[in-house]
């Protein structure tokens, strides 16, 4: 006879209390992370050495500018620029980077020019560099310490799968913070591979070159020997790093697979196989890099070709869901699809994952349709729209704290149907194009936390009833009409360019994402005539994915380029409280908003977390707000 264990399939716990679920590192999926664009290097080069503890506090030294020229270049990220700060003692490139932004090492390297190659290695304080022991094999081998890779700290380092003129080593090397000792060899000689850890006795190297094949090998140092461990789904070499992980907890992207071709590709670690995750925006190889599994950055790097173009452009990796780490002290060890018994209800309870619901939210102070919206549903900024017939497009601006709504300076221009920057923040918002009395609108407007100003227009004021995506000073307008355009039109915080056309021309759309990672859903190509088209884009050029589910026009946005929301919308005639989710690859139909509208303003950073407000018809004031949570509990009934 089946027990109640059997049929689970998990062992029962005998619990006091029901799981949190923040305190649930199990439950949420480890490997949910986005790239955004962050500010771009002061010098283009690749063959970049890289340290860095997160997104926010990084550092790039040397490498290889388009000239070409190695340099001593050194700049160091805070999270918005990099600053030039003191030089490396001597030009280099190819060098292995460990530590973080204030405490790092570079090691070996070519200097000044290929085939000349240094034993080098240089420490890093936070405002100089010190040169310090060289590795045990540069003097004599030279040619050995060239294309390696590093892990570590400036006291507790790695340094491992380097080149012998043309053949890669499997030689490994530790430094204890005065001096470098071989040790055991690693199973596969390589060079130009990824390397991962934070001191020289727990570290993992995947990926690099095996002259000629690219690798897609992996191993695991545990302070005395490597061990092979799960392949990349990829091979390829010269990837980038988030430094600071761990044996069991890695990030890899992007590299170069024969005959020089840049990947976008990232893959995550969790001890046991590597998951493709989020691309990058550009493909590129041989960029500076660091951070962590959930915080990590890439700038700098090369695309592909027999003459690379070197790029400056930053992107930067955010994990949003919960870190997989082990559950918090004092908090049960619980997963998704596990049954428990909670003795003090005497129940049996599993646990499931966490479905999407909306909720009411504080209605706004008037009722509107057409706003634009930036921000997250504790710190909202609404602006613009318009009301019943017979009043004047709005110039209102409001905030919204998740409780209660507050006037703030309005817009110079009344308008609405504009394309709004949806990743803004209630201190950084932007609103391009739209509608005043029925007539298109060119200008734009700049919020900067307590005033608007007028900024430059976009290309045409047919990007009224538009779509918008990214932020104050890296968005998009999408579409234009009517009649309806494939206009796409890209701003770079101080001018707008025409960038590539839709394939399918639309107005009334809705979108989500960044500049470079944007995506476009719906609309009409009438009139009237709505669509399911989505299309993505990746800084260049736009391709068609999935369709919705429901063709529809006039319905709102939020999300991501992987993980997005529509939300309602009018399906001629009927208007639908319909609401889709987008994970990527496919649309899924999920809870169905109270009130069936169009035209409302949306929010959202992500598809977990979104509002809508306002809308018609009738003119609405209600607010809406979207949340999955991490996880629910359902009590088990048995008869």
């Known amino acids: 006879m089946a027990n109640l264990k059997t049929l689970s399939g998990f062992p029962i716990q005998n619990l006091t209390s029901d799981p949190v679920p923040f305190a649930q590192a199990k439950i949420n999926d480890p490997y949910a992370g986005v790239w955004s664009s962050g500010g771009a290097m002061n010098t283009a080069r690749f063959l970049v050495g890289g340290a860095g503890s997160s997104n926010s506090a990084a550092l790039a030294f040397g490498g290889r500018t388009p000239a070409p020229a190695n340099v001593a270049l050194t700049e160091n990220y805070n999270g918005t620029a990099w600053t030039e700060v003191a030089d490396l003692p001597a030009a280099k490139s190819y060098a292995a980077g460990a530590g973080t932004s204030t405490a790092a ?20 304080n936070g405002s100089s560099w010190t040169e310090i022991t060289a590795l045990g094999r540069g003097p004599t081998s030279p040619q050995s310490t060239t294309y390696g890779a590093g892990s570590g700290s400036t006291t507790s380092a790695l340094f491992y799968a380097s080149d012998e003129t043309t053949n890669a080593n499997n030689r490994t090397e530790s430094w204890n913070g005065s001096s470098w000792t071989e040790l055991a060899d690693q199973n596969t000689a390589r060079s130009y591979a990824g390397g991962v850890g934070t001191n020289n006795s727990s570290a993992i190297m995947m990926g690099g070159l095996i002259y ?36 069991t907890l ?25 998951t493709e995750v989020a691309d990058l925006s550009t493909a590129r190889r041989s960029g500076s890099s660091g951070g962590t599994a959930t915080s990590a950055i890439i700038g700098g790097g090369s695309t592909s070709g027999s003459s690379p173009g070197h790029v400056a452009t930053t992107e930067e990796w955010a994990f949003s869901g919960i870190p997989p780490t082990a559950p918090a002290a004092g908090y049960s060890d619980a997963i998704v699809g596990q049954m428990y018994y909670n003795s003090t209800s005497g129940q049996f309870k599993a646990i499931k994952t ?38 004047a497009s709005q110039t209102l601006t409001e905030y919204y704290d998740g409780s209660s709504w507050s006037e703030q300076a309005d817009l110079n221009q009344g308008r609405f149907m504009g394309s709004p920057a949806t990743l803004g923040s209630q201190t950084a918002a932007l609103f391009a194009g739209g509608a005043y009395n029925g007539t298109n609108q060119a200008n734009v407007e700049s919020w900067n936390g307590s ?56 107005y009334f759309n809705s979108a989500a994402g960044t500049q470079t990672a944007g995506i476009t859903f719906s609309g009409d190509t009438g009139p009237p005539t709505f669509t399911a088209n989505t299309e993505t884009y990746n800084g260049s050029s736009w391709t068609e994915v999935a369709e919705l589910n429901t063709a529809r026009a006039t319905g709102g946005g939020a999300g991501t380029q992987t993980s997005a929301l529509m939300i309602t919308g009018n399906t001629y005639p009927p208007i639908v409280a319909n609401v889709e989710q987008w994970d990527g690859t496919s649309w899924t139909e999920v809870a169905d908003v109270s009130t069936a509208r169009i035209r409302p303003g949306s929010t959202g950073a992500t598809a977990s977390n979104a509002m809508i407000a306002g809308g018609q018809p009738p003119y609405m004031a209600n607010v809406e707000e979207w949340e999955i ?9 048995t008869s």
Do not use: C
């Open 105 to 124: 090492l570079s090691i070996g390297g070519s200097s000044p020019a290929v085939p000349a190659t240094s034993g080098k290695t240089e420490s890093w």
């Open 212 to 247: 000629p094949p690219s690798s897609a090998k992996a191993e695991v140092w545990d302070g005395s020997s490597w061990t092979e461990v799960g392949d990349l789904n990829q091979a390829r070499y010269s990837g980038s790093v988030s430094s600071q992980g761990s044996a």
């Open 250 to 274: 890695a990030l890899y992207f992007a590299g170069n697979t024969p005959p020089n071709a840049s990947q976008a590709l990232t893959e995550s670690w969790d001890g046991t196989s590597w």
């Open 354 to 391: 966490g479905v999407g619901s909306w909720a009411s939210g504080t209605s706004m102070p008037s009722a509107s349709a057409g706003r634009g919206m930036a921000g997250p549903t504790t710190a909202a900024i609404a602006y613009g729209g318009t009301g019943p017939p017979g009043t």
């Open 451 to 506: 005033a608007w100003s007028e900024v430059n227009n976009v290309p045409t004021a047919a990007h009224s009833y538009a779509a918008g995506a990214g932020t104050q000073t890296a968005a998009l307008s999408i579409g234009a009409g009517p009649p309806n355009r494939a206009l796409v039109a890209s701003w770079d915080g101080s001018n707008w360019t025409d960038v590539a056309e839709l394939n399918t021309g639309r």
């Open 629 to 637: 949570p991490d996880f629910a509990i359902n009590t088990v009934t």
